[in-house]
């Protein structure tokens, strides 16, 4: 059953990057906004005469809190009706339309495995809000790797948060990917490339066991995917072709 409509009210607004904005929302009408992590709000923007098409849906970027205000991480994409709205008409005080939280895009009730956060742009949003959920409730678990890709430097979100939340949750890695840099031999812990190398090379380092045949086996693990459909596409391939069935791929689209 589909949750009613209500009415946000936008209390702060900051710049992420050039063409990236988070925005804070506050739902009056609730002492607080529960929610899992990983789970997403839908938007009514007054950008079409149909509800269809007025429609935007975006993952909570923030993580449950007791309060009544969440986060979202919005890209601005060009000649796109919402986003042009976003960023050329909301402003402090505006009041939103939303629906939500919606989505089973969420953490394993038991996490008895490897995580891998695999994510391009804003699809950075659930992993930020997974990862600091474990860590704040001290949820048993095993490796997490958050293996986000950006083109360039300027393009990374969050990112000193995360190098932060890594020193003190050990088993969290987070490992950013830059396809459209070039390669620093002085700094090794700077990526270039795509992410399907970085899951794919941690992957095969990890096949201790053996399988069918004696052959290497993956170790088990949970693949959680987010961001532009291509990405996901290529990914879903790659990670089958690692050994892994399809059971063990999560995904959220976007675009």
Not at 44 to 73: M, Q
Request: glycine share 8%.
């Amino acid at each position: 059953m589909l949750q009613p409509w209500q009415t946000g009210k936008v209390i702060r607004i900051e710049n992420e990057t050039a063409t990236t904005r988070r925005y804070w929302i506050q739902l009056p009408g609730l002492t607080s906004f529960d929610f899992k992590p990983g789970q997403f709000v839908t938007l009514d923007l007054p950008v079409h005469e149909k509800p269809g098409k007025r429609w935007r849906s975006y993952s909570i970027a923030s993580w449950p809190d007791g309060s009544n205000v969440f986060e979202l991480v919005i890209v601005y994409l060009e000649g796109g009706a919402g986003t042009t709205y976003l960023f050329q008409q909301v402003t402090v005080g505006s009041e939103l339309t939303l629906r939500g939280p919606q989505g089973v895009f969420v953490l394993p009730e038991k996490i008895d495995r490897d995580l891998f956060f695999v994510c391009t742009g804003t699809g950075i949003a659930p992993f930020r809000s997974m990862t600091h959920h474990i860590y704040n409730h001290n949820i048993p678990h095993e490796h997490i790797y958050l293996i986000f890709g950006c083109r360039k430097f300027p393009d990374g979100l969050y990112g000193t948060e995360l190098r932060e939340l890594e020193l003190k949750l050990t088993s969290f890695h987070y490992m950013p990917t830059f396809s459209r840099e070039v390669a620093d031999n002085a700094n090794h812990l700077v990526r270039i490339g795509y992410v399907h190398t970085v899951y794919e090379e941690i992957c095969k380092s990890n096949m201790n066991g053996t399988g069918h045949d004696h052959a290497p086996a993956p170790k088990p693990a949970s693949f959680y995917l987010c961001g532009w459909k291509n990405m996901i596409d290529e990914a879903k391939q790659r990670i089958q072709q690692l050994g892994y069935d399809r059971k063990s791929i999560h995904q959220e689209l976007y675009g």
